[in-house]
């Protein structure tokens, strides 16, 4: 890794762009996934008192707003060249997460419907504006070498984190954490922002060294490219398959006691830590292999999880059922997780990267994460059952870990047919 | 799950298959504390503790891979013990017969059983040169093996051993997500009895990469062996590796972990190599 050479030369001022942009990434991912995904739930149903069909409506608004935004500041990042410029980064950030901050705590208060609705476009701005801000932060203070160990060490922490704390998907308990993490942040973010410091206006530089991305070499990857559309479709898939699968499990009384909301520690250990041996092991296949790998690994992983707990359901088993389902689970998501952080900028260079990730975040993380849950959602409310429900789910993931490997063949067919057959 | 349970749950499932009992009805306990009374249909008892109670009837056939499983009420049908620990208390009725294979047995002299019949496997004594015998044979086979490769193809041997020299920590990776996806799809497919014979195939293939592996770490060692010829080189290598981990496995815990890893690491070695077959390069990435 670059990062050991760094710390061999004593060269501090890099590192500290790994340290700041593992915490920054990770709070935020840690957010997102729980106080937004799965405290809005919460929020929705239980203190306004929406019923899950009207929550599915909101979260699908949520999801919208949060891709216009997102693309939107993205091509406005770009077009400005605050893409490849830190110092404007950090300011946008500071006001992204003190408008965060307010939301955060306000959230436990929210009483009617028309309070949720403002709270939730509020939110969603703030989200949007923050993905092509945060995700770009990578050309900044991560070198291409070392992406996936990093985007992998992300995934792995946000997870273990959200897998052991809060116990209650609360969104008093959500909020209590999150404020109290966000507070210290903006106060580190409000003095980088407003105070010249030359270790930051070293790290602002980082970006002419670190700014192509692995996929960007000898040639740029143009956004209207065929191969940057396959990747927002095939991360999409992914991202649709987990929240459709996921909601429905972990409501499901049977399976309850082995997954995040599980009244044994033990049991939250064990996906924690399965969640950052997963993650590694993604950082070091993303790192050392070619992305349709890590891709058949995961649609492989999805497939074979969701199997798993269709049979489990159709064998009528009432016992605690076994690790090794949620076992499978929090592989398959740790893997996209991980791909997810490092893929899009290793597709840009420093003057596509905030449409490139307000592209593939919105699209292929936000939109399809918050569709796939307002349709677990109406599945529920419309009273399929979750055998039924996993088996769609297993459908799609078995379809795609079929398609992929033929799509990856017939390319190499088409190709070998245009070059003509060879003795 | 404990990876021991594996072959006994294919075992049980042959069992099962050759006409035991229903497979259809079948029902695996992996974990937890159970209370079985009216459970119709086979019961496989693997790492859980299961009750049957006083007063209660169940219909059996119950198949002990490991966990506790006490008996307080009746069992219409066989009961055969694999592993585990089995207790059937005063007062207890097995209808059918009660067969050990393995595993510690308390029976009450008042309890009802049809039949007992005991299967003696042979006890491996760690303390006689005979127990390691197994061990022996399959050293020699590695051994065989590798020095015939060493002469015959020795790049497909450079090529493995390259790849757990050189690419360690990719090697662990692949290994471990090989072992873990591998193992459990085996041991599903093993549950849908059609596929039991290439879960079978599978495990044996599994065996045969683990060796192959192992055979990866003795071309390490290799050069230091004091000869010329590399065949002899190789297969001394091996032995090396052999003796290595048995050392190693005598340690609790570490020396569990430290065997595991050497396991794996080859696993993957042999797999990012095509067994040997293309050498291992990381796609190049930017300074």
New interface residues.
């Given amino acids: 890794m670059?990062l050991f050479e760094f710390v061999a030369d004593r060269r501090w001022v890099p590192v500290t762009g790994y340290v700041f942009y593992v915490a920054a990434l990770t709070a935020g991912y840690y957010y997102n996934l729980t106080f937004v995904q799965l405290g809005l739930i919460d929020l929705g149903t239980r203190l306004v008192g929406l019923s899950p069909r009207d929550v599915s409506k909101v979260m699908a608004v949520l999801a919208l707003t949060t891709l216009v935004v997102a693309i939107g500041g993205g091509i406005l990042m770009d077009r400005r060249g605050w893409s490849s410029n830190l110092h404007r980064k950090l300011r946008g950030l500071l006001a992204v997460i003190s408008v965060q901050l307010v939301l955060t705590l306000v959230a436990p208060v929210i009483r009617t419907p028309a309070a949720l609705l403002a709270w939730v476009v509020v939110c969603s701005v703030t989200l949007g504006t923050g993905i092509p801000l945060m995700f770009s932060t990578m050309i900044d203070f991560i070198?291409?070498?070392d992406r996936g160990y990093i985007a992998g060490i992300v995934a792995g922490l946000s997870f273990f984190v959200a897998a052991l704390y809060p116990r209650q998907w609360r969104i008093e308990d959500f909020s209590v954490v999150v404020a109290g993490a966000m507070a210290p942040a903006v106060l580190v973010l409000g003095v980088l922002s407003f105070r010249r410091f030359a270790f930051v206006d070293e790290l602002a530089r980082q970006h002419e060294q670190f700014g192509?991305g692995?996929f960007c070499?000898p040639a740029p990857v143009r956004t209207s490219s065929f191969v940057f559309w396959l990747l927002i479709v095939l991360m999409f898939s992914v991202f649709f398959i987990d929240s459709l699968g996921f909601l429905r499990i972990m409501e499901a009384p049977v399976y309850i006691s082995t997954s995040w909301q599980s009244p044994q520690v033990g049991t939250r250990v064990f996906i924690a830590v399965t969640h950052v041996a997963g993650a590694?092991?993604a950082g070091?296949?993303y790192?050392?292999?070619?992305r349709r790998w890590l891709f058949l690994?995961i649609f492989?992983?999805f497939a074979?999880t969701h199997?798993?707990y269709t049979?489990d359901l159709r064998?009528g088993?009432t016992?605690?059922p076994?690790?090794?389902l949620p076992?499978?689970y929090v592989?398959a998501v740790s893997f996209y997780t991980t791909l997810n952080f490092a893929l899009w900028p290793d597709h840009s260079t420093a003057t596509t990267i905030g449409v490139h990730t307000g592209l593939g975040v919105g699209i292929a993380g936000w939109l399809a994460s918050f569709l796939s849950t307002s349709l677990a959602l109406y599945s529920e409310a419309i009273g399929l059952s979750l055998l039924r429900h996993l088996t769609y789910v297993n459908a799609l993931a078995l379809l795609l870990a079929f398609l992929l490997p033929v799509a990856l063949y017939v390319r190499r067919m088409t190709t070998l047919a245009r070059q003509g057959a060879t003795p | 799950?404990n990876l021991e349970l594996v072959p006994m749950l294919i075992m049980t499932l042959l069992l099962i298959l050759s006409g035991d009992a229903d497979v259809d009805t079948a029902?695996l306990?992996?974990?937890?504390r159970?209370t079985v009374s009216d459970h119709a249909g086979a019961l496989i008892v693997g790492d859980?503790s299961v009750t049957v109670p006083a007063g209660a009837h169940a219909p059996g056939p119950i198949y002990l891979i490991g966990g506790r499983t006490r008996i307080d009420g009746a069992v219409a049908g066989d009961v055969r013990q694999l592993a585990g620990t089995l207790v059937v208390t005063d007062g207890a009725a097995i209808g059918g017969e009660l067969q050990r294979i393995g595993g510690t047995q308390e029976v009450a002299a008042t309890a009802a059983i049809g039949r007992r019949s005991t299967v003696e496997l042979p006890t491996p004594d760690r303390t006689s040169i005979a127990s390691y015998i197994p061990w022996a044979l399959v050293t020699g086979l590695l051994a065989l093996v590798a020095a015939r490769r060493a002469r015959r193809n020795p790049t497909a041997l450079t090529n493995m051993r390259r790849a757990v020299a050189e690419?360690p920590?990719?090697s662990l990776?692949?290994g471990?997500?090989v072992t873990?996806?591998g193992l459990?799809?085996f041991v599903?497919m093993a549950?849908t009895l059609v596929l039991l014979p290439v879960s079978i195939l599978g495990l044996l293939a599994g065996l045969v990469i683990t060796g192959y592996g192992i055979i990866a770490w003795g071309t390490l060692i290799a050069p230091r062996i004091p000869t010329t010829r590399g065949g002899l080189a190789a297969g001394a290598g091996v032995a090396v590796v052999m003796v290595m981990l048995e050392l190693a496995g005598g340690v609790p815990v570490l020396g569990d972990l430290l065997v595991m890893g050497v396991l794996l690491t080859g696993i993957g070695a042999v797999m990012v190599t095509y067994f040997g077959l293309q050498e291992y390069r990381?796609?190049t990435?930017?300074?």
């Fill in positions: 670059k070198p291409v070498r192509t692995r070499r590694l092991a070091v296949i790192t050392n292999f070619t690994w492989g992983l074979f199997l798993l049979f064998m088993s016992s605690t076994p690790l090794v076992m499978f592989l | 799950m029902q306990l992996l974990r937890g159970h859980a690419h920590v990719i990776t692949v471990a997500l873990v996806t459990s799809l599903f549950f990381p796609v990435l930017p300074p």
